[in-house]
C-alpha cells in the first residue's frame, strides 16, 4: 500500500496563475481532506468530502475548489493565486470507525 | 465544537530524561483523542490513539498517553527520550460525532544530547 500520495512535492506559481493539486488514497477509505499548515498555527482544514460526490468547507475554503473525481481521488484547485496561499498543504483520508486520519507526505507551494 | 489546549509552544529535554508533553481538551460527545508527530519537512505521523477502554494508551517509539475524563487531559509521555524525538507534536481531539480532527499549533521538542 502506498497510502496517500500527493503531487507535486513542491510548486512555485506567480500571482494569478491557477494549478491543481492531487491527491490519491488507496486504503478504500470514504473520507478525504486538504489541509493547509502555517508556522504557528497548525493544520487548518480547507475542504473535505465526507464520501464520493460530497465536498464540503472546512474553516479556510476561500481561494480553493475540490473536485471528489472517485472514491480514490481528491484534488485541490487554486483558480487564481495569491501570495497568502503559501503554505504547505497537506491530504489526508480516514478511517472508517476512529476517524484516525492518514496524512500524504505534502506539497510545498510559494506564490510569488 | 471541539478544541484542544497545549500550554507549552516548546519543551526542551536532555536526552535519557523523561519526555512529557500536556495537553488538554474540549469536544461534545465521547473523545476520541490522538497524538501525531511531525519531523522537519516531513509529513504528519500518528503515534497513538484513545477511543475507549485503558486510560493508559501504549503507542509508537515508546510513546504512550494518559486519558483522563475528569481534567480532559491526555498527555503524552516517554520514559526516556531521545534526541531523534526532537519535532513537532500535536494533540488532536474529535468528538464522536464530529466529522473531523482539530489540530492546534502544537508542542516543539528539542531533545539535547
Known amino acids: 500500500n502506498a497510502g496517500v500520495t500527493q503531487t507535486p512535492k513542491f510548486q512555485v506559481l506567480k500571482t494569478g496563475q491557477s494549478m491543481t493539486l492531487q491527491c490519491a488514497q488507496d486504503?478504500?477509505?470514504?473520507?478525504m481532506y486538504w489541509y493547509r499548515q502555517d508556522p504557528g498555527m497548525g493544520l487548518r482544514l480547507i475542504y473535505y468530502?465526507?464520501?464520493?460526490?460530497?465536498?464540503d468547507k472546512g474553516e479556510v475554503p476561500n481561494g480553493y475548489n475540490v473536485s471528489r473525481l472517485n472514491k480514490r481521488e481528491f484534488s485541490l484547485r487554486l483558480e487564481s493565486a495569491a501570495p497568502s496561499q503559501t503554505s504547505v498543504y497537506f491530504c489526508?483520508?480516514?478511517?472508517?470507525?476512529?476517524?484516525?486520519?492518514?496524512f500524504g507526505p505534502g506539497t510545498r507551494l510559494t506564490v510569488t | 465544537a471541539q478544541s484542544v489546549a497545549q500550554p507549552e509552544d516548546q519543551v526542551n529535554v536532555a536526552e535519557g530524561n523523561p519526555l512529557t508533553v500536556k495537553c488538554t481538551y474540549s469536544?461534545?460527545?465521547?473523545?476520541?483523542l490522538f497524538w501525531y508527530v511531525q519531523y522537519p519537512n516531513r509529513g504528519l505521523q500518528f503515534l497513538l490513539k484513545?477511543?475507549?477502554?485503558?486510560?493508559l494508551v501504549k503507542g509508537s517509539y515508546g510513546f504512550e498517553a494518559e486519558f483522563n475524563k475528569s481534567q480532559t487531559s491526555f498527555h503524552l509521555k516517554k520514559p526516556s527520550a531521545l534526541v531523534s524525538d526532537s519535532a513537532l507534536y500535536f494533540c488532536?481531539?474529535?468528538?464522536?460525532?464530529?466529522?473531523?480532527?482539530?489540530f492546534g499549533a502544537g508542542t516543539t521538542v528539542t531533545v539535547r544530547a
Open positions: 489526508a483520508s480516514s478511517e472508517p470507525g476512529s476517524g484516525r486520519e492518514y
Open positions: 486504503m478504500n477509505h470514504n473520507s
Open positions: 468530502s465526507a464520501s464520493e460526490g460530497t465536498t
Open positions: 469536544v461534545s460527545g465521547n473523545p476520541y
Open positions: 484513545y477511543i475507549t477502554g485503558d486510560n
Open positions: 488532536v481531539p474529535k468528538g464522536s460525532n464530529d466529522y473531523k480532527l482539530s
